[in-house]
């Protein structure tokens, strides 16, 4: 006797997103990074559309780990563990209902973006409800793996790198340049959230301690660690830029625009006394064409094309 048969699980039909829902990722895109989205306008259309779709599902995760106005921590962590789970039935065949997803499923299955990429993010964005300390710098890094490293791999998939060494050095260089940039220039925000990103054994080093930043006070030895976090994130931008060259030639602009944008955010904080806790470093629309200027000056049609058309918004 044959048993019952179990039915098929509907699996929906691909791609699962539509201009709408990049148009959503492209939104936030807009709104919060606004570096990122200037050096995004110069790729080439279908990369930045993969771009767009990317920075939704990095942002939208981020903000269920910082957001702290949104709900409380337990909520949130419930929601992060909910847009997991979405995903990843998402990745099976079930469409997802937030139109981030739909869009990042689809990027995912578009540019051959390794499962673990995603996931390892989202496993950092989870550790923020509970770390909030790091001893050493390698503690930091194995952070950064999930936090940022993942991230810069997943564009080298949406821009079609060829990984090899030099690439995948240049990306972890890279990101975690960005990285500690974030965490240097928004040391007041975290600590809100009572984080401190900085390693703990360089606040013994320049003899400050923890409990002083939370005061939100300019000392000396506080001057003395920034310094030496900023020439590390210069030094790690220094290393990213050797590998540029290697990016598909279509990507090796906007990225190098990238990379020169955020390190000139360390200048920024350096400009305003290294206080961090007064006013958030940060680049006008003016100052990042006047970066991004020399930059496209090495004539290639496609990037004047798109520099031209900048101030229509186009991206």
Same mark, same amino acid.
């Given at each position: 006797?044959?048993?019952?048969?179990?039915?098929?699980?509907?699996? @929906?039909?691909?791609?699962?997103?539509?201009?709408? +829902?990049?148009?959503?990722?492209?939104?936030?895109?807009? !709104?919060? *990074?606004?570096? =990122?989205?200037?050096?995004?306008?110069?790729?080439?259309?279908? /990369?930045?559309r #993969?771009?767009?779709?990317?920075?939704?599902?990095?942002?939208?995760a981020?903000?269920?780990? +910082? +957001?702290?106005?949104?709900?409380?921590?337990?909520?949130r962590?419930?929601?992060?563990?909910e847009?997991?789970?979405?995903? &990843?039935? $998402?990745?099976?065949? /079930? #469409?997802?209902?937030?139109?981030? &997803?739909? @869009?990042? %499923?689809? &990027?995912?299955?578009?540019?051959?973006?390794?499962?673990?990429?995603?996931?390892?993010?989202?496993?950092?964005?989870?550790?923020?409800f509970?770390?909030?300390?790091?001893?050493?710098?390698?503690?930091?890094?194995?952070y950064?793996?999930?936090?940022?490293?993942s991230? $810069? !791999?997943?564009? %080298?998939?949406?821009?079609?790198?060829?990984?090899?060494?030099?690439?995948?050095?240049?990306?972890?260089?890279?990101?975690?340049?960005?990285?500690?940039?974030?965490?240097?220039?928004?040391?007041?925000?975290?600590?809100?959230?009572?984080?401190?990103?900085?390693?703990?054994?360089?606040? #013994?080093s320049?003899?400050?301690?923890?409990?002083?930043?939370?005061?939100?006070r300019?000392?000396?030895?506080?001057?003395?660690?920034?310094?030496?976090? /900023?020439?590390?994130?210069? @030094?790690l =931008?220094?290393?990213?830029? $050797?590998?540029? *060259?290697?990016?598909?030639l279509?990507?090796?602009k906007?990225?190098?625009?990238?990379?020169?944008?955020?390190e000139? /955010?360390l200048?920024?904080?350096?400009?305003?006394?290294?206080?961090?806790?007064?006013?958030?470093?940060?680049?006008?629309? &003016?100052?990042?064409?006047r970066?991004?200027?020399?930059?496209l000056?090495?004539?290639?049609?496609?990037?004047?094309?798109?520099?031209?058309?900048?101030? #229509?918004?186009t %991206?």
């Open positions: 006797m044959v048993g019952p048969q179990r039915l098929a699980r509907p699996v @929906a039909s691909r791609p699962y997103s539509n201009a709408e +829902d990049v148009g959503e990722c492209r939104k936030l895109h807009r !709104r919060f *990074g606004t570096s =990122y989205f200037f050096s995004t306008c110069f790729f080439p259309p279908e /990369i930045r #993969r771009t767009h779709a990317l920075y939704g599902f990095v942002r939208v981020d903000e269920f780990a +910082d +957001d702290l106005e949104s709900a409380p921590p337990e909520d962590a419930r929601s992060l563990a847009f997991r789970s979405e995903f &990843l039935r $998402g990745l099976e065949g /079930i #469409r997802p209902a937030s139109p981030v &997803l739909r @869009a990042f %499923c689809d &990027l995912v299955e578009e540019c051959w973006i390794p499962v673990e990429e995603p996931l390892v993010f989202l496993d950092a964005m989870e550790s923020d509970e770390i909030t300390r790091y001893e050493s710098y390698r503690d930091l890094q194995n950064m793996r999930g936090s940022a490293v991230v $810069g !791999r997943m564009m %080298c998939s949406v821009v079609r790198a060829e990984r090899g060494p030099t690439v995948d050095a240049a990306a972890r260089a890279l990101a975690e340049a960005m990285q500690l940039t974030n965490f240097l220039r928004d040391i007041g925000e975290d600590l809100d959230r009572g984080r401190l990103y900085l390693p703990l054994e360089d606040f #013994r320049f003899g400050l301690d923890p409990a002083e930043v939370f005061e939100r300019v000392t000396p030895q506080f001057l003395t660690l920034m310094r030496f976090e /900023i020439a590390r994130a210069h @030094a =931008y220094a290393e990213a830029r $050797g590998g540029i *060259g290697a990016l598909p279509a990507a090796r906007p990225v190098q625009i990238a990379a020169t944008l955020y000139n /955010i200048d920024r904080i350096e400009e305003n006394g290294y206080d961090v806790f007064a006013e958030r470093a940060r680049t006008s629309k &003016l100052q990042k064409l970066l991004a200027l020399p930059i000056a090495k004539r290639n049609a496609a990037f004047e094309k798109r520099a031209a058309s900048f101030g #229509r918004d %991206c």
